[in-house]
């Protein structure tokens, strides 16, 4: 059945409201949280929040990331997302956003302050439009009681608050990624080989004059203890491989490492697959993404200053 009952609009900035009237909910990340000040918030808490209660909420909230607090009861909460995330996760943390928002759902008007970076708004406002299906086919407590009455219409407003970062507007450390990822997202599997994926990383090396890539490729794979890679792809006509690329950044003390995996040729393992217990091609076509992403972000690293050693590897 039809879920219509909620209208949502976003907008940039803050517009003047009484939570006693409308209540909000001002969530981000910590440290976003802690770059706000007083000024910044006013609009939407004044008369009922004074700044000493929004001082409070915030250091508790900030100092435990995960956490969230009432500045005025059940009108005002104020909310901040978890510094951990997992690999599948997003940096705008929008599974926890969506968490946060079911969790303090009101049954009147309310307003959503969301306050994040330019790059995470896309992320962030689908994570909350999806708190408010339009559609759902729950039903009923018991199966003969009547249905119940249809919820009242009302309003949330998401109003966005983006932070002041200290890079140029557009500026990021992923530039340079951009211009091959629609032919890793488009080639289709038939077009795709392990030699494709040494060609390209041979040709970023010297694009970027940067350490030929160390190659571990075929039998070598197994003599070196790497089975798992090896086994996989053993029986393909293009044997499997291991490709490491390295930047050494001047005067970096600490390392950090990118791994990706993709498969183009899988035997099945140890155990024969029926057929609908293959991958269906999207699958696979997002692990040939994966296997060439480590490629394509350490394009972007020599256009930024670094203080850590930076490794990509695919597999």
């Known amino acids: 059945m039809s879920n219509a009952s909620v209208s949502i609009k976003f907008r940039a900035g803050l517009t003047p409201s009484d939570p006693e009237q409308q209540p909000v909910l001002i969530v981000g990340q910590a440290a976003h949280l802690g770059a706000l000040n007083w000024d910044d918030v006013r609009c939407k808490l004044e008369p009922r929040v004074t700044e000493e209660a929004w001082r409070r909420g915030l250091q508790c909230v900030t100092s435990s990331p995960g956490d969230s607090c009432e500045l005025w009861p059940r009108a005002v909460s104020l909310a901040s997302l978890p510094a951990r995330r997992s690999r599948h996760a997003a940096p705008a943390r929008n599974h926890a956003l969506a968490k946060i928002v079911r969790s303090t759902q009101r049954s009147t008007d309310e307003t959503i302050v969301l306050v994040c970076r330019k790059r995470d708004v896309l992320a962030s406002a689908v994570s909350i439009a999806r708190c408010y299906p ?41 530039e340079g990624i951009g211009p091959l990822d629609p032919a890793l997202c488009e080639n289709t599997l038939s077009a795709e080989e392990v030699k494709s994926l040494l060609q390209e990383a041979f040709k970023v090396a010297k694009e970027l004059d940067i350490l030929e890539p160390t190659v571990i490729r075929g039998e070598e794979l197994k003599a070196r203890g790497m089975g798992g890679i090896y086994g996989v792809g053993r029986a393909a006509a293009c044997p499997p491989a291991l490709v490491t690329l390295s930047y050494m950044a001047p005067g970096a003390a600490d390392s950090v490492a990118w791994v990706g995996k ?54």
Request: glycine share 4%; hydrophobic share 35%; with cysteine.
């Open 262 to 315: 993709g498969i183009v040729y899988d035997t099945g393992g140890l155990s024969i697959k029926a057929r609908s217990l293959h991958c269906p091609p999207a699958d696979t076509e997002q692990e040939l993404i994966n296997t060439k992403l480590p490629i394509t972000k350490i394009i972007s690293i020599p256009k930024h200053p670094h203080t850590k050693h930076k490794k990509a590897a695919a597999k």
């Open 134 to 174: 339009q559609f759902q086919a729950r039903s009923a407590a018991a199966p003969l009681s009547a249905a119940p009455p249809a919820p009242a219409a009302r309003a949330v407003a998401v109003e966005i608050h983006l932070l002041k970062e200290d890079k140029p507007d557009g500026e990021s450390e992923d």
